[in-house]
């Protein structure tokens, strides 16, 4: 389903005020709605029931970090399209007391009883998408309670029971929701549990018909009780096991009963004095920062946002760093990720010097330094002591692996799709190893203070959409909801982690609202453009505003997303 709209954003710049006339910003080629404030708190996710869920909690005294794990869990129940506890989670905390960030990889690893070995003698050139060979252990539940333990407030059974009680006793579906889960359904619903699960009735439910799920309230209910080992070296342990086996994988108790997550230091670099916050590998938030780098010595906002100089660039600078993002991005455990310099002013300058401003590249080359396709959730959520979280959650491939144990009412992730197959590449798939990651949660700052806690949904999707969510602020003058409601592109086609190289320039996709003249614009340049490709994200936000000591907040209208606070 194609989602044209768009969204407004705080202005980081000073700019002229936009004239606001009865039929909303006339000035501008895109629908847009206001921005939410609120002194207390905020929250924005891609669902409205996980939004104001979010907000009971914070009323109910619990930390930034509590109404985050409700909400995650919430989306858990109505949102599986895109998330829940068989996957992934990765996390940026802004802790006001200590007036710092930290960084949570919540990812799990492969198998530890998977060789690659075994994976080439099957004749595989990738592993599969489905089914028990790329399911890789999910970390998610992990690091909801390594976040509870640092920052929560309220006991975990309360943060998991409005999520509980919507499973026991349903919710109507959104409509970008049911359309997801009826495309997920078609290529899933012959997995074993997977219709007992998501089909009642033997069919995905339609907007606005109530679901219930049964199997996941008993689930949350045993975690907030007996807690995060329940899910890891109990009962639940041996439920997920034991099916894996039946069906041929090779995800074990042990491999569950060994998982921890990582709390790291997240990586930064300025663009034009904003620090701009992402986590280091095995995830790619790290090629956002390089694109900002290479673009920082462009005057963008003379070219202007519907400008094909302008998106010629950012093409660009897209192709350079995916090039670095196929070569170097992989579980740091495994392998040497040349972090610092790769995110460094001096190597974007080396880069840089490769593009030609009259013409696309068909293909760049990875730099010397000494595809895919997923749905996610994002969401970031605000209290009133000044604590923020930027939260990314999934299962990848939208619904996962198809892989539903037992009566635990989830599905298990597919990430070890994301590994490559050929030796010596850094991101080869190994026993015990994180595969690269698409899913990135980012964070601003300014002068040591927070300034916006945002992500962008959506495979490799995600670093673009973070460096064009903030030129439309910085550079463009959008405020925080017309930053995510203007139109984006998103290029695909370039070198993968899995080992896939481009050697034909890509295409670039743009969304409803560019100007025929900017397409026309781009061919000349010489690149393939295209307009009737899907996939441009699905992006929330929040940004402090110290002066009048107020969140504004923004969620993305191509998604079913809802902002709000009090």
């Not at 939004?51 to 930034?64: E, K, N, P």
């Not at 976040?147 to 059974?157: D, K």
């Not at 005057?299 to 192709?319: F, I, M, N, Q, T």
């Not at 936000?541 to 504004?552: M, S, T």
């Amino acid at each position: 389903m194609s989602r044209s709209g768009f969204c407004l954003v705080l202005i980081l710049m000073t700019v002229s005020p936009m004239s606001i006339s009865s039929d909303r910003l006339s000035d501008k080629p895109f629908t847009t709605r206001s921005e939410v404030h609120a002194v207390n708190g905020m929250a924005a996710t891609s669902q409205p029931l996980a939004t104001q869920i979010a907000l009971d909690i914070l009323r109910q005294g619990g930390s930034a970090v509590d109404a985050a794990i409700a909400a995650n869990a919430a989306l858990g129940l109505m949102e599986p399209t895109g998330c829940g506890i068989g996957g992934d989670l990765y996390a940026i905390v802004w802790d006001s007391e200590k007036g710092e960030l930290t960084g949570l990889n919540a990812s799990g690893r492969s198998p530890k009883s998977l060789t690659l070995d075994e994976l080439r003698e099957r004749g595989l050139e990738k592993i599969p998408a489905f089914g028990p060979l790329p399911v890789s252990v999910p970390g998610a539940v992990d690091g909801w309670f390594e976040l509870h333990e640092r920052y929560g407030r309220l006991p975990m059974a309360d943060v998991l029971a409005p999520a509980v009680r919507y499973a026991r006793e349903g919710f109507p579906l959104s409509e970008v929701i049911a359309y997801y889960w009826a495309r997920n359904a078609e290529r899933l619903k012959e997995f074993p549990g997977f219709a007992e699960v998501f089909l009642p009735g033997g069919r995905a439910p339609a907007k606005g018909e109530i679901f219930r799920n049964p199997r996941l309230a008993d689930t949350y209910e045993t975690l907030g009780t007996e807690g995060r080992d329940a899910f890891y070296k109990g009962d639940m342990a041996r439920a997920i096991a034991d099916y894996m086996a039946e069906q041929g994988g090779f995800m074990t108790y042990e491999d569950l009963a060994s998982h921890r997550s990582e709390w790291v230091t997240p990586v930064s670099t300025s663009y034009r004095g904003y620090d701009v916050w992402e986590l280091p590998p095995n995830g790619q938030g790290i090629a956002a920062l390089q694109m900002l780098n290479i673009l920082e010595p462009y005057d963008l906002r003379a070219l202007g946002h519907d400008s094909p100089e302008y998106l010629h660039l950012l093409v660009e600078a897209k192709k350079l760093a995916f090039e670095d993002r196929a070569r170097f991005y992989a579980d740091m455990d495994f392998a040497d990720v040349p972090v610092e310099r790769l995110i460094s002013k001096a190597y974007a300058d080396e880069r840089r010097a490769l593009i030609d401003p009259k013409r696309a590249a068909k293909a760049y080359p990875a730099g010397d330094s000494a595809l895919e396709s997923g749905d996610t959730i994002y969401l970031t959520v605000a209290d009133a002591d000044g604590n923020m979280i930027s939260l990314i959650q999934s299962n990848y491939r939208g619904m996962g692996s198809g892989m539903t144990p037992g009566n635990l009412g989830f599905v298990l992730q597919d990430r070890g799709e994301l590994f490559s197959l050929e030796p010596g590449h850094a991101n080869v798939y190994e026993p015990g190893k994180r595969p690269f990651h698409t899913i990135i949660p980012a964070f601003v700052t300014r002068d040591g203070k927070p300034v916006m806690s945002f992500g962008v949904m959506g495979g490799a999707m995600q670093p673009q959409g973070h460096v064009q969510i903030l030129v439309n602020m910085i550079d463009f003058g959008m405020n925080l909801q017309e930053a995510g409601d203007a139109p984006r592109l998103r290029h695909t086609g370039s070198s993968q982690p899995t080992g896939e190289q481009m050697t034909d320039g890509g295409v670039v996709a743009l969304e409803n609202g560019f100007s025929p003249e900017t397409v026309r614009g781009l061919l000349q340049l010489g690149h393939e453009v295209r307009t009737d490709l899907g996939g441009y994200g699905g992006y929330q936000a929040i940004y402090r505003d110290h002066e009048n000591g107020v969140y504004i907040g923004a969620s993305e209208s191509r998604k079913d997303g809802h902002a709000a606070g009090y």
